[in-house]
């Protein structure tokens, strides 16, 4: 049986929903380490956790509207989703800077409870798969967790 905590964040199949899960989580990972070098180097930026989770945010809609339009023209090219997610990773921490230079948006607490709740839609999401084709799985043509084979 899958581990329920690996599962809201790690790859559960091959389906486009999967890799927005790493997409999110990557730049999530990237901002913790940009948070603790601003911490240890005390430097004078304030939205440091905000900026992240908006750049991770906004890179799963970004991701979407350039990689399923290809996907759909020529299909799944690993080495054209590693681009795709490259370029989109690139494009989210340009917003992600680009709102960490902003003066103070008062909304830097916020930042943990707005993660939560992404973590608990990936949760339902990945159990509880909408009847959608970015969560199916191209390989096995199904969706969420494949409890057949465990």
């Given at each position: 049986m899958p581990?329920?905590?690996?599962?809201?964040?790690a790859p559960v199949n091959e389906s486009i929903w999967e890799h927005l899960k790493i997409l999110f989580t990557g730049i999530?990972?990237?901002g913790v380490i940009q948070k603790i070098?601003?911490?240890k180097n005390k430097l004078?930026?304030?939205n440091v956790c905000i900026s992240n989770f908006i750049?991770?945010?906004l890179s799963m809609p970004i991701f979407l509207i350039i990689y399923v339009p290809i996907y759909n023209a020529i299909?799944?090219?690993?080495g054209l989703t590693i681009f795709?997610?490259?370029?989109?990773?690139v494009i989210a921490e340009l917003i992600s800077y680009y709102i960490?230079?902003?003066?103070?948006?008062?909304l830097e607490n916020y930042a943990i409870l707005f993660t939560v709740m992404v973590y608990i839609v990936f949760l339902i999401l990945t159990y509880y798969p909408l009847n959608n084709g970015i969560f199916i799985d191209p390989i096995s043509n199904k969706s969420g967790i494949n409890i057949d084979k465990y």
């Open positions: 581990n329920i905590i690996t599962s809201i964040i999530l990972i990237s070098i601003v911490i004078d930026i304030s750049g991770a945010f299909g799944k090219k690993f795709v997610m490259f370029l989109v990773i960490m230079n902003k003066k103070d948006l008062y």
